[in-house]
């Protein structure tokens, strides 16, 4: 069973810290790998993916990729009480996408 | 660029009954996606397609479920009869193709007496 793992938390940090998520994968025919913001009650948001080994970084959002370790991670800076919600990590080879079941993260006013 | 488009956004049923789903992708998207999504759990893939073309629905219950994807564009997800473990989010995704990045639609929540 190809699985992806997620610390389902809650992950609280003080407004302004660096959050830090952390996702692992089993498929080692995984190619690409995605993180999505779910609000409550809403639906999955795409706020990065990452194809190649090492860091992507758009704003305040940055994501690691190590293939060898088979490891993702999203590190939030500069976080802000609207980033409040649930991060889902998804890994996408060969002919399915598997998503993890999400780490809550709660920052702290 | 519109999204994904679904409907209904909620729906509630009596058991035994008929239900159906209706979603609309990013104009251009040829993959679909339709996933169900319990509380506390990630979307778990029900059908996938290609075109008008089903090529993973491994994970439907077909003695219940029934989809398709007429012309290639818009989508329609059945239930019948529905049951009380079907209560749950039912969302619709699309992307350029498979393993590039998805885009879901507002889901509908499906309550089931």
């Known amino acids: 069973q190809k699985e992806v793992e997620q610390n389902s938390g809650p992950l609280s940090v003080p407004e302004g810290a660096i959050a830090s998520l952390n996702c692992t994968y089993s498929?080692?025919?995984?190619?690409?790998f995605f993180w999505y913001r779910q609000y409550s009650g809403k639906s999955p948001e795409l706020i990065m993916f990452?194809?190649?080994?090492g860091d992507k970084e758009d704003g305040r959002f940055t994501a690691q990729l190590n293939k060898a370790s088979q490891y993702v991670s999203l590190l939030i800076r500069d976080s802000q009480p609207s980033d409040s919600a649930t991060y889902l990590c998804?890994?996408?080879?060969?002919?399915?996408?598997?998503f993890g079941a999400g780490t809550r993260l709660f920052v702290k006013a | 660029e519109a999204g994904v488009v679904q409907s209904p956004r909620y729906k509630i049923i009596e058991k035994k009954q008929p239900v159906a789903f209706w979603c609309n992708p990013i104009s251009g998207h040829n993959t679909l996606y339709w996933y169900l999504q319990n509380l506390g759990q990630g979307p778990e893939l029900l059908i996938r397609y290609e075109n008008e073309e089903a090529v993973d629905d491994s994970q439907l219950p077909k003695d219940r479920f029934s989809a398709e994807r007429l012309k290639g564009v818009d989508s329609t997800l059945k239930i019948q009869p529905a049951e009380l473990g079907d209560s749950a989010v039912y969302l619709c995704a699309s992307s350029r193709g498979l393993n590039y990045e998805q885009y879901f639609g507002p889901g509908t929540r499906l309550t089931v007496t």
């Open positions: 998804a890994a996408s080879g060969g002919f399915k996408t598997i």
């Open positions: 498929d080692r025919g995984s190619q690409s």
């Open positions: 990452i194809y190649s080994n």
